[in-house]
């Protein structure tokens, strides 16, 4: 397979240097079409394609844009435009030109012949971004399905300018180097397909297990979602400065930067507040526009956390003009996961960065008043106060999910009021001749688990 994965045309193996390799930009603004709702949108999208180059080290020499009808089947761009992306390529001496949609395989073909460079489109950009940002194995095995996924289907223009069928024609005709190197190649691939998929089920089967456990803890999950770079990392950096031990603090922090897509695995910590009063805090990878749809199937296994929520934190970008856009599609995609249901906390992070802005403070939209779901909190992650108001909040928010129960646990049976005195809120406690008699506040899990250890234990509902 060596020939496959080495063959630049389709996909470059470049060497992560230091060195930004020159790129040229294009995009179509395709007016029949529903992908953009207006040119302002269009040319954000733009804006974004050159934040994803930057973010995979490289350098934006240029941006040509075209508004038609409907996108060129052959070319995706009209002829003409293509002659003068040619020649701004030759001028500005890029190396690779990325363009702004998914391309089909026989476009990516014809564009690569005409241009006699390499082609890249948004979906191959955001692959390799994912690519250099995968850490566990985990990520790394979900980025590899996903970019086999993209391949498969372009494989055929590695081998199109070997001969596709040798020998004499009809029973006696036998196949030609390039054919026969095509499916070799798509043999290979299907075969690796399928043993990615199969280490996936195992890791997603442990990823269960751990589920499991932390279901059987009791504590409430809360999941950071949100687009890309909109400060999910940075707030759960905050909350373990504001919550943790200074003694383990750094070793649980999540790596933290300002770019698209900094983090990619999911990092759960463990937020104690007081005794009794803590969460489980879910970091999750961001959303995108254009999010390619095999990324999400891929990592289908680690975005399941977001199903597992309690409560979900949209993070904002509230300096970014289009994060209207953005909470769009963190919405879709939410949607798309089957998680519209779960409650949701609206954080607009970065406020310091507007001008005038009051903040840290919560609020409502003014549209939507009346729905506990519309909620949102303005902050900034650098700031104390707002770290503070943000988890005052999120427990606000998982009260509305807790009971209280009364239990009256045999002295034999301290490990449950262990249990609970470390999983729930203890409101009072008496030692009686019975055993020991707790009122506790806590989410149902805990008092239906410690209603479970007890078996004959009495538990009376207040």
């Not at 940002?133 to 070997?162: D, F, M, N, S």
């Not at 999950?221 to 687009?227: H, P, R, S, W």
């Not at 999911?266 to 805090?281: A, K, S, Y």
């Not at 998680?339 to 840290?360: C, F, Q, R, W």
């Amino acid at each position: 397979m060596a020939a496959f994965f080495g063959a630049d045309d389709i996909w470059s193996r470049r060497n992560i240097s230091d060195e930004k390799e020159p790129v040229l930009l294009a995009g179509v603004w395709e007016t029949s079409g529903k992908a953009y709702a207006s040119e302002e949108e269009f040319r954000h999208s733009l804006d974004e394609l050159a934040e994803l180059a930057g973010a995979c080290l490289m350098e934006v020499r240029g941006t040509v844009a075209q508004q038609l009808p409907k996108v060129n089947n052959a070319l995706y761009v009209g002829s003409g435009k293509a002659e003068e992306i040619r020649d701004l390529a030759q001028i500005r001496e890029v190396r690779r030109i990325i363009f702004n949609d998914t391309l089909s395989p026989s476009q990516i073909r014809n564009l690569q012949k005409f241009f006699k460079l390499p082609v890249m489109d948004r979906t191959g950009l955001i692959l390799e971004i994912f690519e250099r940002r995968a850490r566990t194995r985990e990520a790394k095995l979900q980025v590899e399905l996903a970019k086999l996924q993209y391949l498969k289907p372009r494989l055929i223009g590695l081998w199109e300018t070997q001969n596709r069928q040798g020998g004499t024609s009809g029973a006696m005709s036998s196949k030609g180097e390039g054919e026969t190197q095509l499916e070799i190649d798509r043999r290979t691939v299907d075969h690796r397909l399928s043993e990615l998929r199969r280490e996936i089920r195992e890791v997603s089967r442990e990823r269960e297990t751990q589920r499991s456990k932390r279901r059987g803890s009791g504590l409430p999950l809360v999941a950071l979602i949100g687009y890309t770079n909109a400060g999910k990392s940075t707030i759960m950096n905050a909350m373990l400065d504001a919550w943790c031990p200074e003694t383990v603090r750094e070793d649980r922090k999540v790596f933290e930067a300002d770019m698209l897509f900094a983090t990619l695995d999911t990092t759960i910590r463990r937020i104690e507040v007081e005794r009794g009063r803590e969460f489980l805090l879910s970091d999750t990878v961001g959303f995108i526009h254009k999010l390619p749809t095999a990324l999400v199937e891929a990592f289908k296994s680690t975005l399941e956390e977001v199903k597992e929520a309690d409560l979900l934190l949209q993070v904002v970008d509230a300096s970014d003009p289009h994060c209207r856009d953005h909470i769009e599609v963190t919405r879709r995609t939410v949607q798309e996961l089957g998680a519209g249901h779960i409650p949701m906390l609206t954080v607009y992070n970065k406020s310091d960065l507007l001008e005038g802005a009051s903040y840290p403070r919560r609020g409502m939209k003014e549209s939507d008043a009346g729905g506990d779901h519309n909620e949102n909190v303005h902050i900034s992650a650098r700031d104390a106060d707002s770290i503070t108001l943000l988890t005052e909040t999120i427990l606000e928010k998982l009260d509305d999910g807790l009971v209280v129960r009364e239990f009256l646990v045999p002295y034999d049976k301290g490990s449950v009021t262990a249990f609970l005195m470390e999983n729930a809120r203890t409101d009072s406690v008496d030692y009686t001749d019975s055993g020991t008699f707790l009122r506790v506040t806590c989410p149902k899990a805990v008092a239906d688990k410690a209603a479970g250890m007890l078996g004959m234990g009495k538990e009376r509902r207040s």
